[in-house]
Each structure stands twice: as C-alpha cells, then as structure tokens.
C-alpha cells in the first residue's frame, strides 16, 4: 500500500504560481498495477518523483508500505563527480543489497564499456539512461515507477530493457504515468486522470480513457 496523505506542489513560473498537485488523499493497491493519465504539463512526472521520494511535497506526505523504486530510468540521483561503480555501490548500500551482486548486474547490463569506471559527469545522456535503468533492474521492488516508456539505446539494448523488465512485472506491480492511452492499456488494471491538479480515480481504464478523452 502507498497512502497519499493531502500532496500538494506549487511551481513558480513567469506567469505566477502553477498548482499542478492540489492536496490530493489517496491510497493505492500495491497489489495491482496502476496508471496516472494526463496532458503534457499536468503534473505526472511530479506526482510519480513525490511517490518516489526523490521530489519532496510543499505540505503533505507519503507513506509506502512497500518496496518502491526510483523512477525507472532516472539519472537525477547520480554524483557525477563518482564512476558508474562508484554510484551502483552507494545504492546497493541504501537498499541494503550485495553490492557486488549489484555492480557486477549492472556493469554488464549497462554496456558501456571501461566508461563504467569513469566519473559519471563524462557519460552522455544515453549512457547516462542506461546506467540508471541498469540499477534499477539490478535491485528487486515490489513497485516499480515509470515515467512514459522511453526507449533507451539501440535495438538491441530496447530488447534487452523490455526482457528484464517483463521477468520482473511477474512478481512486482508499476505505476505508470503517461499520455498515451495505449501504453496505460499494456500495463495497468486501474487507472486515474490527473486534471487541474486532481487525481480522479476509476475502477477501470475504459473509463479513464472514457474522461481522458472527453477533457
């Protein structure tokens, strides 16, 4: 279970303050696999980095009553001035993982190479993604998060992403936030809009997409 306890987010923007989370309260089902629809600047990818943790609410909290991941892909968290190594041990220890277990998953998942050793500052955006990917995979959740479902690296890597990331929804659920009704079909049982800064929740995803569509 992930309790969302009256979230609220409020961003500054030249054109006054942009209230994207407005107190939202909600309990979510870790048992089943849940989708967040929305339009591009609804407040998606915040809400699932509040979930996450690595976003912090203007007032309100989260409790997780689960394993919850990182949002699947995501860089945000890496010290750049540390090598890939360097980083997958740091979050080995915060999990409380074998860190040699995870590096070496890691090390050979992301195939980058001798750049794996070298300052993460140094890698380009696409070695970036797949490092972060690569650790995400190498840590079991009971949750994963997922922002949109990107395609990171060549044909041969998308495969290898999809593969590995199939073998763990057996055995974990995900939240997935996006604007494409299709991936939400793929993935989900439940589903919800984010509109105006709320979240309505619906029992199934016809009748998500049936709202989605008609805002």
């Known amino acids: 279970m992930i309790e969302l306890l009256n979230i609220a987010k409020t961003y500054r923007t030249a054109h006054g303050d942009n209230r994207v989370i407005d107190n939202i309260s909600m309990a979510l089902d870790t048992s089943e696999s849940f989708g967040v629809l929305g339009r ?4 998606k990818s915040t809400l699932l980095r509040i979930i996450a943790g690595v976003e912090a609410p203007d007032s309100g909290h989260v409790e997780r009553h689960a394993r919850v991941s990182w949002p699947l892909g995501f860089s945000g968290g890496f010290s750049g001035s540390l090598s890939g190594e360097e980083n997958c041990r740091f979050v080995a220890r915060i999990y ?29 955006s696409g070695m970036r993604a797949r490092l972060a990917f690569a650790v995400s995979m190498a840590i ?29 929804r057996e055995r974990a659920s995900v939240i997935i936030v996006s604007h494409q009704l299709s991936t939400i079909r793929d993935y989900c049982s439940r589903c919800a809009v984010l509109n105006n800064g709320k979240l309505h929740m619906y029992d199934s995803v016809d009748e998500a997409t049936d709202s989605y569509e008609a805002n």
């Open 140 to 168: 079991d959740f009971e949750v994963y998060l997922i922002d949109e479902v990107s395609a990171v690296g060549d044909k041969r890597f998308q495969q290898k992403c999809r593969r590995t990331f199939e073998e763990r």
């Open 40 to 43: 591009n600047g609804a407040g």
């Open 96 to 124: 409380d993982r074998d860190v040699d277990e995870v590096v070496g998953f890691a090390h050979e998942f992301a195939d980058i190479g001798d750049y794996f050793f070298e300052p993460v500052r140094t890698y380009s």
